[in-house]
């Protein structure tokens, strides 16, 4: 293929800067490394049916209650009030969430996949599912956001990391004329050989390593250990395919 | 000094992200690489007796007039109707601009300058005059945001190379508790041996190559080549002392 051919690959590194984008002609990654995409990877690849991303604690609450799922999300570290579980991936294991739907509250991440809902598709990733990210992007010849989260609108390390290590894997199919993209894959090829290492410098790392989640944070971290594409249709998150 | 008594160094990548930094706390240094802050900067070395940075082309033309200044600036890469002069940092020699005024209106910088407005401080930055800004801001043991005028409000590979510059220099001083910082500084690290062939790469470059820049993007990517530092006072930029 041309590079003129080629479909356009590009980075945003905030919620904030996703109206630069024209989501509607283009593919979107939601990335919140830590911890919600990595977990809604994990529950679905230990056979959740779905997982349902929403915007607040009382209407995951509500939908909980009328589907008899399980409820989760966290505020400032602790498991919301309301809610029976938390943002660990370690917590949805194949004995606990295996045939039932999960209800997911988050801010960040929640916040930016309701933004791109005009998007061609909307799809999730994290360094667990990151070969089936891949792999789906590649197959499917269209452009690409891959849209970081972040933290509050401010640019993070971990997704960013991520939005580089997908651009390093798939950028000879694509067309890369976006600097985001350059600077996070210059950033992910720098750290590549000791993520975790360079992970202990962000803001997201100190907050959370507080609160003890270090294995969280390797498990977040490392890739393909739920290696499912998590794909958004009708408000829910399932298995593409 | 003990790290929490450092004052704290961030980074802003976009103008469309001021917002989220609370900047009347901070000194600000504007960074807009290719050209404006490397122009003024090499403006003011030379002789000029003051910057004044403006918005609008019309703006330019009539204090220009008012003031029987240099009027300069370029729209898609051309001296914009009306001015006289470009954004060339080549096109402000001692002989054309010593004693002389200079009103320049540019889109990324000047929008960044007027919404740091209640800053502590505003300068600006480049690599014509790093160092200049790395000792004014370790002298001046306030915090500072490193604010990159961007593309249109997306981040840059060439406005971050700078902040990142700026990190690797002083962050000793600092407190760095920012995951943009920490990113600038990695994208610099990886090129800071041949800045020249990574910026190859960016979108800015390609754009400004067409119009056969070159020269321009190497001296504005060349440390120390007039360094003064600029400071905003009263809606001028002169240099600092």
């Given at each position: 293929?041309?590079?003129?051919?080629?479909?356009?690959?590009?980075?945003?590194?905030?919620?904030?800067?996703?109206?630069?984008?024209?989501?509607?002609?283009?593919?979107?990654?939601?990335?919140?490394?830590?911890?919600?995409?990595?977990?809604?990877?994990?529950?679905?690849?230990?056979?959740?049916?779905?997982?349902?991303?929403?915007?607040?604690?009382?209407?995951?609450?509500?939908?909980?209650?009328?589907?008899?799922a399980i409820?989760?999300?966290?505020?400032?570290?602790?498991?919301?009030?309301?809610?029976?579980?938390?943002?660990?991936?370690?917590?949805?294991?194949?004995?606990?969430?295996?045939?039932?739907?999960?209800?997911?509250?988050?801010?960040?991440?929640?916040?930016?996949?309701?933004?791109?809902?005009?998007?061609?598709?909307?799809?999730?990733?994290?360094?667990?599912?990151?070969?089936?990210?891949?792999?789906?992007?590649?197959?499917?010849?269209?452009?690409?956001i891959l849209?970081?989260?972040?933290?509050?609108?401010?640019?993070?390390?971990?997704?960013?990391?991520?939005?580089?290590?997908?651009?390093?894997?798939?950028?000879?199919?694509?067309?890369?004329?976006?600097?985001?993209?350059?600077?996070?894959?210059?950033?992910?090829?720098?750290?590549?050989d000791d993520?975790?290492?360079?992970?202990?410098?962000?803001?997201?790392?100190?907050?959370?390593?507080?609160?003890?989640?270090?294995?969280?944070?390797?498990?977040?971290?490392?890739?393909?250990?739920?290696?499912?594409?998590?794909?958004?249709?009708?408000?829910?998150?399932?298995?593409?395919?």
């Amino acid at each position: 293929m041309t590079e003129q051919a080629k479909p356009s690959l590009e980075v945003c590194l905030s919620p904030a800067l996703l109206h630069l984008y024209d989501v509607k002609n283009y593919i979107v990654v939601i990335i919140d490394v830590l911890r919600a995409t990595s977990t809604i990877c994990t529950a679905l690849h230990n056979g959740a049916t779905k997982v349902i991303p929403v915007s607040s604690v009382a209407e995951c609450v509500s939908i909980g209650k009328q589907l008899g799922a399980i409820t989760a999300g966290e505020r400032d570290g602790m498991i919301a009030e309301g809610l029976l579980n938390g943002n660990s991936p370690f917590e949805y294991s194949r004995e606990f969430i295996q045939d039932k739907t999960l209800v997911l509250t988050t801010t960040n991440g929640t916040k930016l996949l309701h933004m791109a809902k005009d998007a061609i598709q909307i799809v999730t990733g994290s360094f667990p599912n990151i070969s089936a990210v891949c792999d789906y992007l590649v197959a499917q010849k269209l452009p690409v956001i891959l849209g970081c989260a972040a933290w509050k609108d401010r640019a993070n390390l971990e997704d960013t990391l991520f939005a580089g290590a997908v651009v390093s894997r798939i950028k000879e199919h694509f067309s890369v004329n976006c600097d985001s993209a350059i600077m996070a894959e210059s950033v992910f090829n720098t750290s590549k050989d000791d993520i975790f290492g360079f992970m202990t410098q962000a803001s997201h790392f100190k907050r959370l390593a507080n609160y003890g989640l270090e294995k969280d944070i390797r498990y977040c971290l490392s890739p393909d250990g739920a290696n499912v594409l998590p794909i958004f249709r009708n408000g829910e998150l399932v298995i593409a395919g």
